[in-house]
């Protein structure tokens, strides 16, 4: 009886997305190596808010902490990894983050390593974009 009722007081608490949020922000995680060198990729107004610094309310409920933020733009960039992303759609995250009042630019593991160029060409135009 009492580990039943521990299981539904935990998921109760981790059903409420502020709760998730509170818990995950506290963690100021580090960034991981791909995070590390798309960092070294992009200008300085591109910075690092996987820690749990930049947490955001999004139209399905959830919360979201993005792995880059533009910095005086409302643009976030995401970072797809191939094998922990393989399943995920990246439209159905801009299209969140668009209602939430964000412009996203979902970039893969693949390309990061592979066509660096491209990346960093379409990281610059993203930022120069006019939303």
Do not use: M
Request: charged share 30%; aromatic share 12%; hydrophobic share 35%.
């Amino acid at each position: 009886e009492a580990c039943a009722k521990t299981s539904a007081t935990l998921r109760e608490f981790w059903s409420n997305p502020d709760n998730c949020a509170a818990v995950l922000a506290k963690r100021h995680r580090a960034p991981n190596r791909l995070e590390k060198y798309f960092d070294e990729l992009t200008p300085a107004t591109v910075r690092f808010v996987g820690d749990g610094s930049y947490w955001r309310r999004l139209s399905n409920g959830r919360s979201k902490n993005p792995d880059f933020k533009v910095t005086g733009q409302n643009k976030v960039i995401e970072l797809f990894g191939d094998y922990w992303h393989k399943d995920d759609d990246p439209e159905e995250l801009k299209c969140l983050y668009k209602e939430a009042g964000l412009d996203c630019l979902v970039v893969w593991e693949h390309e990061v390593y592979h066509d660096t160029v491209k990346v960093v060409t379409a990281v610059n135009q993203f930022i120069s974009a006019v939303g």
